[in-house]
């Protein structure tokens, strides 16, 4: 089990899918003890169960439980803001990236007329050092090269 200030995550790992459930609900029904006594309540809705595999996925998982409620079985859930998916690729949370990102370069377009246009030189430098990891005081056009980014400037002169 890992515990974090107002959230907990609980595992097993294994092969035996019906013992790891048994366990798993065994440990669930001590959870559940321990929040009664300390007058703790569990947000049941907020739970789920994944099964992380790269076999097939049965089309039948042994169910778990909570206070005798069924925990609801997911393929996707965000942990300590990553996106997991059953097989553990990166293609759901670099999607979710993506379409934030891209609601955020809408905003800069929006604002790009009352924005001064150094301002938005700044912010796409310093996204760039971040992502790169490279000194400040490094040059703007060979980190850009490198990360393949147009200029925030050129973006705006061939859309205008």
């Known amino acids: 089990m890992k515990l974090f200030a107002d959230d907990a995550s609980l595992y097993r790992k294994g092969t035996d899918l019906q013992q790891m459930a048994s366990d798993l609900n065994n440990d669930l029904v001590m959870i559940d003890k321990w929040s009664q006594h300390w007058k703790l309540s569990l947000n049941i809705l907020k739970c789920g169960t994944m099964l992380f595999t790269v076999k097939p996925v049965p089309a039948v998982l042994p169910r778990l439980y909570i206070a005798n409620n069924p925990v609801r079985q997911t393929t996707v859930h965000k942990h300590l803001g990553l996106l997991l998916t059953v097989r553990l690729d990166w293609t759901t949370h670099i999607d979710n990236i993506l379409l934030r990102i891209n609601k955020l370069i809408g905003l800069l377009k929006l ?50």
């Open 111 to 160: 604002h790009s007329r009352v924005v001064n246009r150094q301002a938005l030189d700044s912010a796409q430098y310093r996204a760039a050092l971040a992502v790169t990891g490279a000194m400040c005081g490094s040059s703007s056009e060979s980190i850009l090269s490198d990360l393949g980014w147009s200029c925030i400037r050129d973006i705006f002169k061939q859309r205008n």
